[in-house]
């Protein structure tokens, strides 16, 4: 496991490089869409650079052996594991130092709950409660179609649309409890184009490049 301060020895490297790839954060909540997670990583690796977070409930969904062995993956206890004395790396900071793009997939309404109320206590929501709101942040959700509904959902979208956090609607179909209707999450595919248009149609070079 990537530890903090190879990490941003890391980040030292790539900003002396005047072309690179775009930076992605990719980051999953406790949804059972969680299990294309790692499809979703796949989808950004030939284009981007990739670093991902898992919170403790997306690990029950995700296929760890299934993501790409250049992505590392971070979880809540490495936010404790990195840092013993005042003065080392704080992991939040230095993942939200890095990314030039977050992109939270599945988001599951609890997590939804948290971002729009500031709560900040997992590693993912800590970087979003320290996300530099100049850089892109986007989301897609997934829930139950009751969920999805609920009035409280329909503040909490205002709220974080206040941030300027962009949101990737779900979709409808089945649900995995059986259900049909609105709250399914958008397919990999569709993240991944969503997010390389807008990269692009910002400044990125046809190859991922930044400018």
């Not at 649900?175 to 399914?184: E, I, P, Q, T, V």
Request: hydrophobic fraction near 45%; aromatic fraction near 8%; proline fraction near 4%.
């Amino acid at each position: 496991m990537e530890n903090a301060e190879s990490l941003k020895l890391g980040m030292e490297i790539e900003g002396n490089s005047s072309s690179r790839k775009p930076r992605v954060l990719l980051a999953a909540s406790g949804s059972v869409a969680a299990i294309k997670f790692a499809n979703l990583c796949h989808c950004f690796v030939e284009w981007a650079e990739v670093k991902a977070v898992a919170t403790k409930a997306s690990m029950h969904f995700i296929d760890k052996v299934a993501l790409p062995k250049d992505v590392t993956l971070y979880r809540d206890e490495d936010e404790w594991s990195t840092w013993n004395k005042i003065g080392d790396s704080v992991l939040h900071i230095e993942l939200r130092s890095w990314a030039d793009i977050m992109i939270i997939a599945p988001l599951s309404a609890n997590t939804l709950g948290k971002i729009a109320g500031g709560l900040c206590d997992n590693l993912l929501t800590c970087i979003v409660r320290a996300w530099d709101y100049s850089k892109p942040l986007f989301v897609a959700p997934a829930m139950n179609t009751f969920m999805w509904n609920n009035t409280f959902t329909e503040r909490h979208l205002l709220l974080i649309d206040d941030l300027g956090i962009n949101l990737i609607p779900p979709v409808t179909k089945r649900l995995a409890c059986g259900d049909y209707g609105n709250g399914a999450m958008a397919e990999p595919s569709l993240i991944f184009s969503t997010v390389r248009l807008f990269l692009e149609s910002r400044g990125q070079s046809s190859n991922g490049n930044v400018q």
